[in-house]
């Protein structure tokens, strides 16, 4: 028989045990367990390289030293005196009404609540989705789009929000435009109209308009003139 199984305790924050048990691999660290698993540095080995017979023995030994807080005994949670592991405990018809009273009028866990209101707001999406494909059909903002319609005009068209819309095309595999699509954004005309535009308003210098046409000059009294022009102390000429 192997020597792989090992005993161990779960120790309170004063060091002292609540609970003896028996494995092997990494049971003494499982989370899926009969009693609350703490942290590492409070779960004591205290036997190692044992037979699975060795085991047991020594966990009886040691639960019936500590004793069993059920039994008022001892100090441990154990509910059984160990040698047959917790699959082989059977709950009496006492214990089992006992643990139901202690249940029964309890709130339910916060993960249950949750889960119950992901659940809820599932629900609540999918009859959002319907309604909102009946009033803003996915087609309708597709051909919009279609036409060069922006996000924000079919936002003010069809009355729904952007967030719908961008749905809506990616479900109708529509790539969505953005600003970097052109590379250069002076290769969109739009953009390249409004910048020639504003350039027209704002009286640019260009041509005889610039106060340094027709005269070849360095830079330094380029800057000169351009700081002299915006403070005022010299005009700009005009055509």
């Known amino acids: 028989m192997k020597n792989i199984y090992y005993t161990y305790a779960y120790l309170r924050k004063d060091k002292t045990p609540y609970y003896i048990g028996k494995g092997k691999g990494k049971r003494a660290y499982c989370r899926k367990h009969s009693a609350f698993v703490p942290s590492k540095d409070r779960i004591l080995i205290l036997k190692k390289n044992l037979t699975e017979e060795e085991a047991f023995s020594h966990e009886i030994y040691m639960i019936s030293v500590f004793g069993r807080k059920d039994l008022g005994t001892g100090i441990l949670y154990n509910l059984t005196d160990g040698g047959e592991g917790p699959s082989g405990y059977k709950y009496t018809e006492e214990q089992r009404k006992l643990m139901g009273d202690k249940r029964r009028g309890k709130k339910r866990p916060k993960q249950s609540k949750i889960m119950k209101e992901k659940s809820c707001l ?118």
């Open 122 to 239: 599932l629900e609540m999406n999918e009859q959002k989705q319907i309604q909102m494909r009946e009033q803003y059909p996915p087609e309708t903002i597709a051909e919009l789009y279609n036409q060069g319609k922006t996000l924000k005009e079919i936002k003010t068209i069809v009355g729904c929000g952007l967030t719908w819309i961008r749905k809506s095309l990616e479900e109708m595999d529509i790539k969505i435009r953005h600003r970097n699509d052109y590379g250069n954004p002076m290769d969109n005309p739009s953009v390249r109209n409004k910048v020639s535009q504003k350039a027209i308003n704002r009286g640019a210098w260009s041509g005889e308009n610039n106060p340094n046409y027709g005269e070849g000059i360095c830079r330094d009294k380029i800057i000169q003139r351009t700081k002299e022009v915006n403070t005022g102390r010299r005009k700009c000429s005009q055509s």
